[in-house]
């Protein structure tokens, strides 16, 4: 009896040992919107600095910052004032701006998916880029609103394709 005790009080420790280690801790952005939270262990990517109200995220924060080579990484930045009607034009537009940067050669055709989130209404939107220096990347770009702001997550990928689950996972663990 005592064994059978054990042995379940083992069983036990396991699973909630288990679980603790998957349950993240919800990291806090102050934006213009308010506190943004999101789930920055994903992908493991360190805080790199602030580019005006944009929070910058890289393999390994400010150290990547004077890397000469393109890195993976994302930002994430509030949208006051947005709403359902105008937030899909908005992250089309920006793709298309990113695309005709000038160190960019070219772009992949653009996939676009739109879905519902517990936040509100994600547009998704990812396409292949090659740079003139023959480096490659995958964006991966998204924004979600509620109907009245958005938040918008840009990342992209130099890592053969590495972190777009994680990316994706970044970006739908967001809330506010």
Known sequence: ??????YCLFIISIFSCSEAQTIHKKKLLKTTI????????????????????????????????????KTS???????????????RGYL?????????????LKSGEKTIKVYNTVYGKATIITFRVTYKANENGIAFHAIVSNGKDAIIFI??????????????????????
Request: hydrophobic fraction near 35%; charged fraction near 30%; charge should be negative.
């Open 155 to 176: 990342s992209e990928d130099h890592d053969n394709g590495k972190f777009i689950d994680k990316f994706k996972k970044t970006f739908e663990s967001i809330e506010k």
């Open 73 to 87: 990484g994302y930002y994430i930045s509030a949208v006051p004032n947005i709403d359902y009607v105008n937030v």
């Open 92 to 104: 089309q537009d920006f793709s298309e701006g990113f695309s005709e940067q000038q160190d960019i």
């Open 1 to 6: 009896m005592i064994k059978r005790l054990l």
């Open 34 to 69: 308010g506190t943004i939270k999101f789930d920055e262990a994903i992908t493991g990517f360190k805080f790199a600095t602030m580019l005006g109200n944009k929070f910058l995220y890289s393999p390994n924060g400010k150290k990547d910052l004077s890397n000469t080579y």
